[in-house]
């Protein structure tokens, strides 16, 4: 029942007043009411909010969304050439507010931290995209932070690794 017909509903129905404080009807009832549908309200908005528990696989997520190899590999590319031109910028915003800095100017230093730091964000974004397209994995983000060396993409994506053992080749000495 929503909140506004709960309401309509007590109020139409007309409130036993069991005291009153500057005009407010006081019933311990409807408090109590009120607060076992506001908790219920509160445990089904968190149970939502924990998400539904779909683990997915990186190639159940390429069937899903319909992905070819060549879309994985453009993918990769664009996260790579993304991942390589942010950081050239954050590099450049670093060193200008460290000039700005060292020079005594505040704002300077300032707008180039902050710059610095929209940049390492686009930065770490698009090598963790990469990163999971090159590994084929959807590993969690904690997980690529702790790996430092894959944190610069490379620009092509290698060869997809087979999975079957290869075969082979047994010799027959005659």
């Known amino acids: 029942m929503g909140i506004y017909r709960y309401i309509k509903a007590k109020t139409t129905a007309g409130a036993k007043r069991t005291g009153s404080a500057a005009g407010k009807v006081v019933n311990a009832a409807e408090i109590a009411e009120t607060a076992s549908a506001t908790r219920q309200m509160l445990a089904d908005f968190w149970a939502t909010r924990k998400g539904t528990g779909r683990c997915e696989t990186f190639q159940n997520a390429v069937v899903r969304r319909g992905l070819t190899e060549d879309d994985l590999r ?11 031109a942010t950081l050239v910028f954050f590099v450049m915003a670093a060193a200008l507010g460290t000039w700005h800095g060292l020079q005594g100017s505040q704002a300077g230093a300032m707008a180039g931290l902050g710059a610095s730091l929209a940049m390492a964000g686009y930065f770490i974004r698009a090598a963790f995209r990469a990163a999971q397209i090159q590994r084929r994995e959807l590993f969690a983000f904690p997980v690529f932070l702790r790996q430092p060396l ?4 490379a620009w092509t994506l290698p060869a ?11 010799r027959h000495e005659r």
């Open 160 to 170: 997809v690794r087979s999975t079957t053992p290869a075969k082979r080749q047994v």
């Open 74 to 84: 453009a993918l990769h590319r664009q996260h790579s050439i993304v991942a390589h």
């Open 150 to 153: 894959d944190w610069l993409p």
